[in-house]
């Protein structure tokens, strides 16, 4: 899951972004309410974590504006105010949840993973395809019960397909999730990764959940049965992002 992180002090962006990384997250920094904003309103983010004292406009403003934009990226607030009306300001302007600093690391990304959660439709930390399971807790992969060993790069497929069933993503979706548009590669590597996701998942006894819509991307089924998609449904279902 791709995170942006507003924070405006080197040590503490440092120090968070450990963290989410040892949560399985990929993030994305930036230290000013402009940046965060432009980074917003250019790609899709699973979560934005926003500290407050941003030396340009505060993270209560960079909320207020992308929520007026229609910015759809559900928002962590990053706090050392304990008060009650900090709270109450920050849901009423749309914020997903509110955490204080000091906070331990474990509760911070469990919150996190909460907030993505909610935003999918997931109120359970698994993820279900057929026969396939995928825990967002602790980044395993089974089929039958069985693990199966993917990589960093192939679990990260297999966790936006998974999130966005039944939609059809485009090429330029998966490059946006896995590099967050820094240092891409061609776009043909989209093409290997699924080639080798799908064979494990075959070996493993998921069926050919993974199906190919010529022209537009891939889509993630609940079953190995066919699955005919017409140009009429693909235009209303396609994901770019």
Partial sequence: MRILLVEPVARKAEETTRHMEKGGFTVDHVDTGHDALGMLKSYNYDLAV?????PDVDGYEVLRI???ARVPTPVLILS?????MAKVKAFSIGADDYVTRPYESMELTARMQAVIRRSKGYSEPTLRAGAL????DSREVTVHGQNVHLTGKEYMILELLLLRKGMVLTKDAFLNHLYGGMDEPEMKIIDVFICKLRK???VAGAGQLIATVWG???VLRDDGSPLAITPERTKAQVAVF
Avoid at 50 to 54: A, K, M, S
Avoid at 80 to 84: I, S
Avoid at 133 to 136: C, D, I, R, T
């Fill in 50 to 54: 926003i500290d407050v004292r941003l």
């Fill in 66 to 68: 992308s929520r007026a």
């Fill in 80 to 84: 050392e105010e304990r008060t009650p």
């Fill in 133 to 136: 399971e995928l825990s967002l």
């Fill in 200 to 202: 494990k998942l075959q």
């Fill in 216 to 218: 537009q991307g891939y």
